[in-house]
């Protein structure tokens, strides 16, 4: 009882955009030509070596590929590949995988772990406060650094719940053990988890 209202009382709602996100609403996707097709996949191989001979296979020669803007105050753009949400990302930052390009490719992110207490709030769109993460059943590794984007996992379980940023270090997050240590950027069950293909830009080719 303790632990849950610990999480109760310090789990702050996260400004997640995916959280009201629906696939079926009225969406503008933006074509993308052959010149941006190959600089997204040089970017996502920079940043996720281990896709090197992977990257043909998740992005084909000929594929379609569009970009999916949302209006937010973190300009999220979504990397859609013949109508599947692959990576998104925030302000021209680093791509992050979605959960489901995670599954596929369980490694490409370092791990953060959190108790049992924390996963409702997290899974309701909420960021990750410091004790869900050092409490028993949480495990911190602190050698994270501050705005690296992180796999979010809960004790017992194999696949993560959520893709995250670090909003401290894990060495803070362990020293300061207050606040929020980790932004919840995409979550198990949220309107970007729930959208298996776009349909609206399934049948569209790229330009080449």
């Known amino acids: 009882r303790e632990k849950k209202n610990l999480h109760k009382k ?20 933006q074509t993308v030509k052959s010149s941006v097709i190959k600089k997204i996949k040089s970017d996502i191989v920079d940043q996720y070596p281990m896709l090197k001979d992977e990257i043909n296979t998740l992005i084909k020669k000929k594929a379609s590929v569009h970009i999916l803007k949302i209006p937010s105050e973190t300009h999220t753009q979504v990397i859609i590949v013949e109508a599947v949400p692959l990576f998104f990302t925030e302000k021209k930052g680093p791509y992050y995988p979605t959960l489901k390009t995670l599954y596929r490719y369980p490694n490409l992110l370092p791990k953060q772990q959190v108790d049992r207490g924390a996963v409702r709030f997290v899974m309701d769109g909420a960021d990750v406060m410091c004790p869900g993460l050092t409490s028993e059943g949480g495990h911190v590794d602190t050698s994270i650094g501050k705005g ?7 004790e017992g379980k194999e696949l993560p719940i959520a893709i995250g940023k670090m909003k401290m270090s894990g060495e803070d997050i362990v020293k ?15 309107g970007l988890y729930n959208v298996n293909e776009f349909s609206q830009v399934s049948k569209t080719k790229s330009k080449h």
């Not at 789990?11 to 609403?25: A, C, I, R």
């Not at 606040?179 to 950027?185: E, Q, R, S």
């Open 148 to 154: 690296k984007a992180i796999a979010l996992h809960v």
């Open 176 to 190: 300061i053990n207050k606040d929020i240590g980790v932004l919840n950027c995409h979550y198990l069950g949220d």
């Open 10 to 29: 310090r789990s702050n709602p996260s400004k997640n955009m995916f959280k009201k996100f629906k696939g079926t609403d009225s969406l503008q996707f």
